[in-house]
């Protein structure tokens, strides 16, 4: 997973020429969800499904996490 998440953040940082900051909150927003459905192997937050996804973003809702941040971590899944 960290190879992947390493060329992840990469292309966000070279081809994407994204921030710094934002940079690093996708990349920790894919660990996250990948780290949320605990499946190590998935090649990529495409090979999550829309049901775990989902339970993704309504246990940060339930955590109080803000709609700012969920905003954020939902942008880093589509990137």
Same mark, same amino acid.
């Given at each position: 997973?960290?190879?992947?998440?390493?060329?992840?953040?990469?292309?966000?940082?070279?081809?994407?020429?994204?921030?710094?900051?934002?940079?690093?909150?996708?990349?920790?927003?894919?660990?996250?969800?990948?780290?949320?459905?605990?499946?190590? +192997? %998935?090649?990529? $937050? =495409?090979?999550? @499904?829309?049901?775990?996804?989902?339970? #993704?973003?309504? +246990? %940060?809702?339930? $955590? =109080?996490?803000? @709609?700012?941040?969920?905003?954020?971590? #939902?942008?880093?899944?589509?990137?």
């Amino acid at each position: 997973m960290h190879d992947r998440l390493a060329r992840f953040e990469a292309h966000l940082r070279d081809y994407e020429r994204l921030a710094p900051a934002t940079v690093y909150a996708w990349t920790r927003g894919v660990r996250l969800l990948l780290e949320f459905v605990a499946d190590p +192997e %998935a090649a990529s $937050a =495409g090979e999550v @499904s829309a049901a775990e996804f989902s339970a #993704w973003l309504r +246990e %940060a809702e339930e $955590a =109080g996490l803000a @709609s700012g941040t969920r905003q954020n971590r #939902w942008y880093a899944v589509r990137a």
